[in-house]
């Protein structure tokens, strides 16, 4: 295989991932990038995402590259039929290679957690809007999940018919004529105030010594750091062992992959880079460009990095949906600032309009302690331009997360636990 510096690489994306697409720019001979764009009514913001930086080549398709790239890479769920027909041809794929239909067909996953003995979240499924408002009348604490359409239905955490009936009532699903068709989950809440995922990646069904073991406050903030995955603890860790075999056999799977897991329940399956802690690992990961390129090629490449600890901060905007933003930072900011939806214009980062609303981006830290990186996150927030912020106060939160989980014997690292009034 060719040295890292003389790899052409493809990067084929929604538009979430532009930085994977600049990682790979860093240390490549040459980047192409391209995104959906097979519209009938097909818009400017499709198609400038990915443009204008000096060390990317924006494409209208893979296959128009097809000879001259070393290695296409698939960063998110999705582009399914043009990943098995670059397989097909022989080439390198880093992606799902299919296997993203556990992640957007939740019927589909949980079967393969019943096939493979593991334990399944107690849950009912609801065919039809109606039927789910009558399934929910005069229950708490529900949590409701649909297949394929994040768009129009994230997960929804039912209170109660005081707190959410009207929300529901209100909800375009009630008014659409197919209302019918939908295909609810509905699950029981799980008692555990701990949310805990390994992010790494599957190279034909086997993974790394070394894995970012990350907790994460959901939309907010994430705090992790590179450990043993023989180290992390069994609840966590028996799902890669388990999961891994399958996604090799099954798929042949080489790319990212994260889990997220409610102890004892596998809740969730991340077939792509998660967002967050991809961001995080774009810079934490030196050599990240050279385990997507080897990797895509069937060799597992162990994580190499200069600190262990890692965080991000989730950057908000004043701005409407249909706003271009412009994110004009400082030199010293701009490597620890990972927007999506981005292209340059005179070497200033803009974002393009995108279904993400106030969205801006991640604030990335990493470091030799959670402390250090609290503190670099907090000096960083501070150098952010005029109209852009972030929580850092949701890290408080992970902290006291972090500490629950110490007591269950579940660690991201031997080191203790600071005390959250730290963010404060």
């Known amino acids: 295989m060719k040295p890292i510096h003389e790899v052409t690489a493809c990067v084929v994306d929604h538009g979430l991932f532009t930085h994977i697409a600049l990682a790979m720019a860093e240390q490549c001979e040459r980047v192409f990038y391209c995104g959906p764009n097979e519209k009938v009514m097909r818009r400017f913001e499709d198609d400038v995402v990915g443009d204008g930086f000096d060390n990317i080549i924006r494409i209208e398709s893979p296959f128009q590259v097809e000879h001259l790239a070393d290695v296409f890479v698939f960063p998110d769920t999705g582009f399914r039929y043009e990943q098995l027909k670059l397989l097909k041809d022989g080439r390198a794929v880093w992606g799902h290679h299919g296997a993203d239909v556990l992640e957007v067909n939740k019927g589909r996953f949980l079967d393969v957690l019943k096939e493979l003995d593991m334990e399944v979240p107690p849950h009912t499924i609801i065919h039809g809007f109606d039927n789910l408002m009558s399934h929910l009348r005069g229950k708490e604490d529900k949590w409701v999940k649909v297949s394929k359409w994040r768009g129009d239905w994230e997960t929804f955490h039912w209170r ?78 028996v799902v890669n062992e388990v999961f891994g075999p399958y996604l090799g056999e099954k798929f042949g799977y080489r790319g990212a992959f994260s889990t997220e897991v409610r102890p004892p329940y596998f809740i969730d399956p991340t077939c792509r880079f998660g967002s967050p802690p991809s961001q995080l690992q774009s810079v934490l990961i030196k050599n990240l460009p050279d385990v997507i390129y080897r990797g895509a090629h069937g060799e597992l490449v162990e994580p190499i990095h200069d600190d262990v600890f890692g965080g991000q901060v989730f950057i908000t905007a004043d701005r409407e949906k249909d706003e271009y933003l412009t994110l004009d930072l400082d030199q010293e900011l701009r490597p620890f600032v990972k927007s999506a939806f981005c292209f340059e214009v005179d070497g200033i980062a803009r974002i393009a309009p995108n279904p993400l609303e106030n969205w801006a981006g991640w604030l990335v830290a990493t470091g030799k302690s959670v402390r250090q990186i609290v503190d670099l996150l907090k000096e960083r927030k501070e150098m952010l331009p005029p109209g852009f912020d972030c929580d850092i106060s949701s890290m408080a939160d992970l902290l006291r997360s972090l500490e629950d989980a110490e007591k269950k014997g579940i660690e991201i690292s031997e080191q203790p636990v600071p005390e959250p009034e730290i963010v404060l």
Not at 160 to 174: F, K, S, V, W
Not at 179 to 203: A, H
Not at 205 to 225: C, F, Q, T, Y
């Open 160 to 237: 109660n018919q005081a707190l959410d009936g009207d929300y529901l009532r209100g909800h375009p699903y009630n008014r659409c004529p197919a209302r019918s068709l939908f295909t609810f989950y509905v699950f029981d809440k799980i008692d555990t105030p701990i949310e805990d995922g390994v992010d790494t990646w599957c190279i034909d069904g086997k993974w790394p010594k070394n894995v970012l073991h990350a907790m994460e406050r959901k939309d907010k903030s994430l705090i992790g750091a590179i450990q043993p995955l023989s180290e992390i603890h069994e609840s966590v860790r």
